[in-house]
C-alpha cells in the first residue's frame, strides 16, 4: 500500500488523475486488499489452497467471504468503500490492470478505494499480529 500511495504521490497529480488513480497505483492498491481479505480469512481457518483455488484474485469473493466469517465486526467499511472495492474487483481479477485490453472500463473513483484498503490493512493487520506502518489516517 505505501508503494500505491508513494505511486500516487508522483503520478496521481497529472492532469486526468483527479478523481481516477493512474492504473499501476489501483493494481497496486488491489493486491494490497487482496492481501488483507486473505490475511483474515487464513486467520479465521480456511486453507491456503483452497484460497487459490476457489478465490483466486476476486476481490468481490473474498470481500464475501470475510464478511460471512465476520470481518464487519473488526473492521468498519462505508457503503462507498465496499462500492468502490466491488468496482475494482472485476478489473482486478481479470489483469486488466496489468495488461492492454482494449474497449470501456468503469474505474473506482479513488479516495473511497484508498480509505477502504487503509482500513483493511490496519483493521486486519490489528487482528491478525501484523500493524502497517505508514498508512494515512482515515475519518
Given at each position: ?11 496521481g ?44 484474485h ?82
Amino acid at each position: 500500500m505505501e508503494a500505491a500511495l508513494a505511486a500516487d504521490e508522483k503520478m496521481g497529480h497529472r492532469k486526468g488523475h483527479e478523481i481516477i488513480a493512474p492504473v499501476p497505483v489501483m493494481f497496486l492498491v488491489g493486491q494490497s486488499i487482496e492481501l488483507a481479505l486473505k490475511s483474515f480469512l487464513l486467520a479465521k481457518g480456511l486453507d491456503l489452497s483452497k484460497l487459490r483455488l476457489k478465490y483466486g484474485h476476486d476481490l468481490h469473493r473474498c470481500l464475501k467471504k470475510a464478511k460471512e466469517l465476520g470481518l464487519l465486526d473488526d473492521v468498519h467499511l462505508t457503503a462507498d468503500e465496499e462500492a468502490a472495492i466491488e468496482i475494482l474487483s472485476p478489473l482486478y481479477a481479470s489483469k486488466q490492470l496489468q495488461y492492454i485490453v482494449t474497449g470501456p472500463k468503469t474505474f473506482p473513483v479513488f479516495e473511497p478505494l484508498q480509505r477502504a484498503a487503509v482500513r483493511l490493512l490496519k483493521g486486519v493487520g490489528a487482528l491478525v499480529g501484523y500493524e502497517p506502518r505508514g498508512l494515512p489516517n482515515v475519518l
